[in-house]
């Protein structure tokens, strides 16, 4: 059972809306201070969810801002929305980020030739339940896709809730094209298109779209963890990223509970959600 809750500031489908996290001990920040690994095993990990299932709205841990509150991502000063792909609505899974995690930008992995995003590792959990926005809940990792995002490496894992129906029958990446047939289809065609409809080109992926297996996605996060961990210990540059944390032990960027309480109570009140753009629900098709 996750020992994390959320409080939510600003108003919901606007710029100043914010998800903080709370913990055990008081306000934590969703980026630094949850640990990656759930048990003592390190076989089943911690997932932040941004995106629930079926929604459109694109929500990201926010690197920049003190406590890493999820936010809505902006473009040209407008909060964005992911199109209805048809015949899918919003993103189809629970989609969201490995605390402790972090994709270096200056590390350059040489089976693609190009370098990190800067972000948290990316997380598609593939179950059947539809998860909360800000819900941390506890997943097995069972492979992993590699998006060439503007020419940045941008790993996306597939795992699965460990309480999910299928979680014992699903183990690693060839599990799942037999328990759920089409659904690995679906994702790649879900990355390669998603931005089509904004105007933009087509994404590539590196291995000719393929999912890789389990192994090969446990080493992508151990190795993402510990890239996390030089960006903790200023042996990197932090390059913009706030790093302040209530709980990483010996980290320079550790500050006190009750100030990262007052960024919290700071934060815009909460309002009633703002109406959604008339252009969200609608489908959009794209010539394969």
């Not at 941004?50 to 690197?63: A, D, Q």
């Not at 309480?261 to 394969?288: C, M, R």
Request: glycine share 6%; proline share 6%; aromatic share 10%.
């Amino acid at each position: 059972m996750s020992t994390y809750s959320i409080v939510e500031k600003g108003t919901l489908n606007t710029m100043d809306y914010r998800i903080y996290f709370s913990g055990p001990s008081g306000v934590v920040s969703p980026f630094h201070d949850i640990p990656l690994h759930a048990d003592s095993s390190k076989t089943v990990f911690n997932m932040v969810v941004e995106i629930p299932r079926w929604t459109n709205h694109k929500m990201e841990i926010c690197k920049e801002d003190k406590l890493n509150p999820i936010k809505q991502d902006v473009k040209k000063g407008k909060v964005r929305f992911v199109k209805n792909l048809f015949p899918h609505h919003g993103y189809i899974w629970n989609y969201g980020a490995f605390p402790q995690t972090w994709e270096d930008p200056n590390h350059t992995e040489p089976e693609t030739n190009t370098k990190g995003d800067s972000d948290p590792l990316d997380v598609c959990e593939i179950g059947s339940k539809i998860h909360k926005r800000g819900a941390v809940i506890q997943v097995k990792v069972v492979g992993i896709m590699c998006l060439i995002d503007e020419g940045e490496t941008d790993w996306k894992v597939l795992a699965i809730d460990v309480t999910d129906p299928l979680a014992n029958e699903i183990n690693d990446v060839e599990d799942i094209e037999k328990k759920m047939p089409g659904f690995l289809k679906a994702t790649y065609e879900w990355f390669r298109y998603y931005k089509v409809p904004d105007g933009k080109p087509e994404n590539q992926f590196a291995f000719n779209g393929e999912a890789k297996n389990k192994a090969y996605a446990l080493k992508v996060v151990e190795e993402t963890h510990k890239q996390w961990q030089n960006l903790m210990n200023k042996t990197v540059d932090a390059a913009g990223i706030s790093c302040e944390n209530t709980t990483v032990g010996g980290s320079p960027y550790k500050f006190g509970v009750e100030e990262a309480k007052t960024i919290v109570e700071n934060a815009p009140a909460p309002g009633t959600a703002a109406d959604l753009p008339s252009d969200v629900d609608q489908w959009h098709y794209i010539s394969k």
